[in-house]
């Protein structure tokens, strides 16, 4: 199968992320081409993959604008595929500690739901900014 993984970071986490993602697919005979939405060429047709990986970060609250405008531009295109949305963010342990499913899903739901994609989410912990010490 030949996948796009496409994806918005603002650290760089998302980016290591995704290159697991596609590793991993890799490994199950997946063709995966991975382009941060940032810098990719506005020719990365969704339309020539089988299926459309999506991944972004939150940071203040909000995706990278890069994402989201991909992902508006292309809904078309996507929807026509099987695709999955990935969250990536450091407070999730947190929420999922703190607060119910609803509560968690609210934040990927605001970005998936304005620009069409379905209603399912997951969440992932990014990197820590706090240092580790020890040896």
């Known amino acids: 199968m030949k996948l796009l993984l496409i994806y918005g970071t603002s650290e760089g986490q998302t980016k290591k992320i995704s290159g697991f993602v596609a590793d991993r ?3 199950g005979g997946h063709e995966t081409t ?3 939405a ?4 506005p020719a990365a047709d969704p339309s020539d993959f089988d299926a459309v990986i999506i991944a972004a970060s939150v940071h203040e609250g909000h ?11 292309h809904r078309a295109a996507i929807d026509l595929h099987a695709n999955a ?3 990536v963010s450091l407070a999730a342990p947190a929420m999922i500690k703190t607060t119910s499913r ?22 992932s912990q990014g990197r ?3 240092p580790r010490t020890g040896s």
Do not use: C, H, K
């Not at 995706?63 to 531009?73: F, L, P, T």
């Not at 609803?102 to 969440?123: C, E, K, N, Y």
């Open 34 to 36: 991975v382009l941060n």
């Open 25 to 27: 697919l890799a490994q």
């Open 128 to 130: 820590s900014a706090t």
């Open 63 to 73: 995706y990278q604008s890069a994402i989201v405008s991909y992902v508006r531009e």
């Open 102 to 123: 609803d509560s968690r899903s609210a934040l990927p739901l605001s970005f998936m739901r304005p620009v069409g994609l379905p209603d399912i989410s997951t969440m």
């Open 38 to 41: 940032a810098e990719s060429d």
């Open 85 to 87: 949305f990935l969250s």
